[in-house]
């Protein structure tokens, strides 16, 4: 479904990605875990090309593009297999919720507005914002908001989604619900790439998680081998801090 090979991501001399190379199967569930500033976000948005990899190739859907010659026509193509959820949602302010996801259909689909419209109620169903049609994104939470963008890239049927840190912009009150959203999408069988810090998420939902660090991928496995069995030390590290974080967290939750 997607194969990543020998991407490099360079900002000027700043060396992000070094040489990913990943396969991930249809229907399958990835999480990428790590720290900040360890190339997450970056890759996955060399995937549809929103951040261009400076080199390598991008073979999703049957569909190999090359980092150095992609073409518009190419470019389109990775975008429109892929449905992206960004960290702040990126609504359009001016536009109903049920507009929001509406227009993505009339415009990238090309589907008439009754059809997009009928598409978009029964997405909206899904994610349980049927009776918030009419609002506007100021009239809605953090959470709300969130399940708006889960349903737009949901709505034009992508072969793919991609999450960027979905819940990194939310109040913690407000995180079970798009983490409740998501699961529901994953057990359609959608294939899912996701960049997270929501550890216990990442361990419920996910085929096989990632860690990631310093723009390479430090170590793979599923659930159970990279949370029970980690090899590296440095994956351990990780887990280790970042449970101790969530505790905290949740120690200031039962204060509060």
Do not use: W
């Amino acid at each position: 479904m997607i194969k990543l090979e020998n991407i490099h991501k360079y900002y000027d001399s700043q060396h992000v990605l070094k040489g990913i190379d990943l396969d991930i199967r249809e229907g399958e569930v990835v999480s990428i875990l790590g720290p900040s500033g360890s190339g997450k976000s970056t890759l996955l948005r060399c995937i549809n090309f929103l951040e261009q990899p400076t080199t390598g190739t991008v073979e999703l859907a049957g569909k190999k593009v090359d980092a150095e010659s992609a073409g518009r026509s190419d470019i389109l193509a990775l975008r429109t297999a892929t449905g992206m959820v960004f960290q702040q949602y990126n609504l359009f302010k001016n536009l109903t919720v049920l507009q929001n996801v509406m227009v993505g259909l009339t415009s990238v689909k090309q589907l008439k507005k009754e059809q997009a419209k009928e598409t978009s109620l029964e997405i909206l169903e899904k994610v349980g914002l049927s009776n918030r049609l009419d609002h506007y994104p100021a009239q809605l939470s953090g959470g709300q908001q969130q399940r708006v963008g889960i349903a737009r890239a949901m709505a034009l049927n992508p072969k793919v989604l991609l999450f960027d840190e979905p819940t990194s912009s939310l109040d913690p009150e407000l995180v079970d619900g798009v983490l409740a959203t998501i699961k529901s999408v994953a057990e359609e069988g959608k294939t899912m790439l996701i960049v997270t810090h929501e550890l216990q998420f990442a361990r419920e939902i996910s085929d096989r998680v990632i860690f990631m660090e310093d723009g390479l991928i430090v170590e793979e496995g599923t659930p159970d081998q990279l949370f029970n069995h980690a090899k590296k030390e440095r994956t351990k590290q990780f887990l280790k801090r970042s449970k101790r974080s969530e505790q905290q967290e949740d120690r200031k939750d039962d204060l509060a």
